[in-house]
């Protein structure tokens, strides 16, 4: 069912935070004050299907509201609710809806990798006639089909980190919790982890992600939630966090097109001031209209002739927002 609010449309929520707080005592003699808060007030809506960031500085609360949201540490006050279940009054009904993957998680060098999910398949007490199949479509998804019978001591970081997501959704919840999953790997393993956040999504699953590779999070969030001391800065789409809504934002063009009087033609179009050539051979200018305007403005230009081979924005990233917004280091 979706809620109608106005003239608009929303998802329903797949995790609820309503006023949650955690404190910590801290041992006597600690210095400064007695308590310290992880989290403070929070109240945060992720809607289902969602790939929702969570990001801040190093301290920020992160860890602790992905465990408070998975049932493992509980709030000091506040509510969570997760696929329409109370995590504190149902915490197992709740848990056997998320999938969460931790930022050190265990892994088992002498299991095969079969092994590994058919020990946590049992764990989450699926029907056994349904593992073997599961366990070969999960494989599958995370690309280690190849890696069945593999010891896991052998795969690489990569397979690793892959295969730690297969356990986390071995049982198919609807919701994964991800902290921190793409630490240690390498461009072409942190290329691979966004096109699979990419495929759990386009399969229905809600994405809570922590990371301090922004502009990964930039690559596959959907919306995106900045906290720093346990407090809620700003929360939103991706697109209006960045900016979206503007008058006019700056736009880079490049063309493979040595002739085209790239510059003079961009001056002459409506909704298009500032024009300035961009080296080797592009421009950037302001635009005022939406990504539509902006996308018939580019086929206009392939169809006076020149060979378009990138469109970028220039100006906010989510790095230079968050940076902005936050007071300490960014991770």
């Not at 600690?30 to 190093?58: K, M, T, Y």
């Not at 169809?303 to 990138?310: C, L």
Request: hydrophobic share 45%; net charge neutral.
């Amino acid at each position: 069912m979706f809620l109608e609010r106005g003239n608009s449309v929303e998802a329903p929520a797949a995790i609820l935070l309503e006023n949650l707080s955690k404190v910590y005592d801290l041992p006597p003699g600690s210095a400064g004050a007695a308590q310290a808060v992880a989290a403070d007030n929070l109240n945060l809506r992720i809607a289902e299907r969602e790939v929702f960031g969570l990001v801040g500085p190093n301290g920020a609360g992160k860890t602790t509201t992905l465990k408070m949201i998975c049932g493992l540490l509980v709030p000091t006050a506040g509510r969570i609710v997760v696929n329409g279940v109370d995590v504190e009054r149902d915490p197992e009904a709740a848990q056997g809806g998320i999938g969460y993957l931790a930022d050190f998680f265990s892994l088992y060098d002498d299991l095969k990798v079969w092994e590994y999910l058919d020990y946590f398949a049992h764990a989450y007490k699926m029907a056994p006639e349904t593992i073997a199949g599961r366990i070969t479509d999960v494989l599958r998804l995370m690309g280690l089909e190849g890696k069945r019978g593999a010891f896991i001591g052998a795969l690489s970081r990569g397979m690793k980190q892959r295969l730690g997501i297969g356990r986390a959704i071995i049982h198919d919840p609807p919701v994964l919790v991800l902290d921190e999953p793409a630490v240690g790997l390498d461009p072409k393993g942190r290329i691979e982890f966004r096109q699979l956040v990419h495929e759990l999504n386009g399969r229905g699953k809600t994405v809570l992600i922590t990371s301090h590779l922004l502009h990964d999070l930039e690559e596959m969030c959907t919306s995106i939630a900045i906290i720093e001391k346990g407090r809620l800065l700003r929360s939103g789409r991706l697109e209006q966090i960045l900016g979206e809504g503007v008058r006019e934002r700056r736009v880079r063009i490049m063309v493979a097109s040595p002739g085209f009087p790239l510059v003079e033609w961009l001056s002459r179009r409506e909704g298009v001031t500032g024009v300035t050539g961009a080296a080797p051979i592009g421009a950037q200018f302001s635009f005022a209209g939406g990504p539509s305007e902006l996308a018939s403005l580019v086929k206009a230009l392939v169809v006076a002739g020149a060979s378009v081979y990138a469109v970028e924005p220039v100006g906010e990233t989510l790095e230079k927002v968050v940076m902005g917004l936050s007071r300490g280091e960014v991770t």
